[in-house]
Each structure stands twice: as C-alpha cells, then as structure tokens.
Nanobody, 118 residues
Framework: QVQLVESGGGSVQAGGSLRLSCAAS????????MGWFRQAPEKEREGVAA???????SYADSVKGRFTISKDNAKNTLYLQMNSLSPEDTATYYCALRLCWSSQYIYWGQGTQVTVSS
C-alpha cells in the first residue's frame, strides 16, 4: 500500500524559510510523478510544484523563484524548499503521487500545516 508522509511544517515569520519533506513507501512503479499542493482555509486546493520521473519541474506562478521542488530517489523522499515566505503561503501542504501517463494524482499524504506570520 502506497503511503506518503509529510513533515517539516511549522510557524515562521514572513521572509523566513521552511523545507517540507514527503517520505514515500509501498509503491513499485518505475515511472511516477509527484507534486506539492496546498489548501488555505475557505480556498480551493491549488498545485504548487511538480516533478516528473526525469526530474523536470514546474511551479505555480505564485511560488516561482521562491520554492524549489526536488527528490531523492535513494531515500524515496520528495522535498519542497520554501524561501521568502509570506502570509499568503499559509496553508496545509500536501504531497501527492501519480503515474506519469495519467494526469490524476491517486495517492495523497495527510498534510502538514505551514503558518506564516507578518
């Protein structure tokens, strides 16, 4: 059974940094893609960043230049380095996994809370 477990969330002041981690286990797919999503209270979930099986990345415009997605295949861990955080980044952050041939993310973590104070 595929499991995704996020960690690294917390409270930080505006301008600060956090690094989120997502430990993945239980899958045998040879090609998979992963992404980070976030959802703020009373807002829809939005995609933040994604990385494919070849390491190519993409970002939402709102985080370009501030966030970096990466993965360590040896550790089966996905990361999201978040710099220059602002209160607008406050949300619950989720990692997710999909098979690269499909656009639908099928496995999700439980989420980790990020709170940025001004």
């Amino acid at each position: 059974q595929v499991q995704l477990v996020e960690s690294g969330g917390g409270s930080v002041q505006a301008g600060g940094s956090l690094r989120l981690s997502c430990a993945a286990s239980g899958y045998t797919y040879s090609r998979y893609c992963m992404g980070w999503f976030r959802q703020a209270p009373e807002k829809e979930r939005e995609g933040v960043a994604a990385i494919d099986s070849d390491g190519r990345t993409s970002y939402a415009d709102s985080v370009k230049g501030r966030f970096t997605i990466s993965k360590d295949n040896a550790k089966n861990t996905l990361y999201l380095q978040m710099n220059s955080l602002s209160p607008e980044d406050t949300a619950t952050y989720y990692c997710a996994l999909r098979l690269c041939w499909s656009s639908q993310y099928i496995y999700w973590g439980q989420g980790t809370q990020v709170t940025v104070s001004s």
